[in-house]
């Protein structure tokens, strides 16, 4: 009998907490995200980094491991075979991806950045479940965050991976023209 | 030196690209964490030892990157991605590559 009820109780308990988790993390991400919005990011390679010359330039980059719990899984992955959308997993993309740009930006402000350009996402299934169905995503955000000069006095200490700041900051015009000369 | 996943560096002339580079690495976890993890894959959530694990490998492939770069006699690595990450039994493997320049 409580064989039966163990298996009942576990995909209850799995359904219960993994709703107050989403729920949570969509309620802190919302507030991270109000607070963090003052910091631009963009994916454009060019334009913006020469419209702001950096003459100290980081790679900043921000990632997360986040799984569905065991009821939502199973689930989605039955739905999988019979319906066209997961909406589920849509929801675990979601968060997955909000949560590794909030990282990135954190990072950058760290280092007093005004803007973080050329930021990329991937996404990549940590974990084959049951039946192919992807149970834990990984989302890295990653991008290069750009420090104004009077700025780069104050940042902190290299702590990651990476950089000096140029040997003649903006001492020559690149090749490929500015946006707003 | 100078990483970055941007193409070119703005104020700065490439003088020598001296070719790809790459950094590889490969991190394992300790059996209880992912004893753990497994319990907690369970309940859902964020799954915040294989974050770290990613995290601590992705520097480890950048640092290696960087003494490729630097053994090639590169001051920078530009157009950096990062690449095949794959988790099996635990176990987190991921590559990064890059273009080594001369920056003049």
């Not at chain 1, 009942?8 to 802190?28: K, Q």
């Not at chain 2, 630097?70 to 590559?95: C, E, I, P, Q, T």
Request: glycine share 6%; with cysteine; charged share 20%.
């Amino acid at each position: 009998m409580w064989e039966i009820g163990l298996l009942v109780l576990v995909p209850v308990l799995a359904y219960l907490f993994g709703t107050i988790t989403e729920r949570n993390h969509y309620r802190s991400l919302a507030h991270r995200e109000r607070h963090l919005v003052r910091l631009p990011i963009c994916d454009d390679p060019h334009s913006l980094t020469t419209l702001y010359p950096p003459p100290s330039s980081r790679l900043v980059m921000g990632s997360v491991v986040v799984t569905l719990d065991l009821f939502k899984r199973v689930v989605a992955s039955l739905a999988n075979r019979l319906l066209g959308r997961v909406e589920s997993y849509e929801a675990l993309l979601d968060r997955a991806r909000r949560e590794a740009l909030l990282r990135m930006k954190s990072e950058a402000l760290r280092l007093d950045a005004a803007l973080v350009c050329n930021v990329r996402l991937e996404t990549a299934h940590v974990f084959q479940g049951w039946r192919g169905a992807p149970s834990a995503v990984e989302v890295l955000a990653y991008g290069t965050a750009l420090i104004p000069a009077e700025r780069t006095r104050t940042a902190p200490a290299a702590s990651g991976p990476v950089l000096a700041p140029p040997r003649r900051p903006l001492a020559r015009p690149t090749s490929r023209p500015a946006l707003n000369p | 030196m100078l990483i970055t996943n941007l193409e070119n560096v703005p104020g700065q002339r490439i003088m020598k690209s001296l070719g790809m580079v790459r950094g590889q690495a490969l991190q394992d976890s300790h059996w209880m964490t992912r004893l753990l993890s497994g319990l907690h894959r369970v309940l859902g959530g964020e799954l915040a030892h294989y974050s770290a694990l990613l995290r601590r490998s992705r520097e480890k492939a950048l640092a290696h990157m960087e003494v490729e770069a630097r053994a090639m006699g590169a001051n920078a690595v530009l157009n950096v991605r990062f690449s095949a990450l794959a988790v099996v039994g635990g176990r987190a493997r991921l590559s990064v590559l890059g273009t080594a320049v001369v920056l003049e």
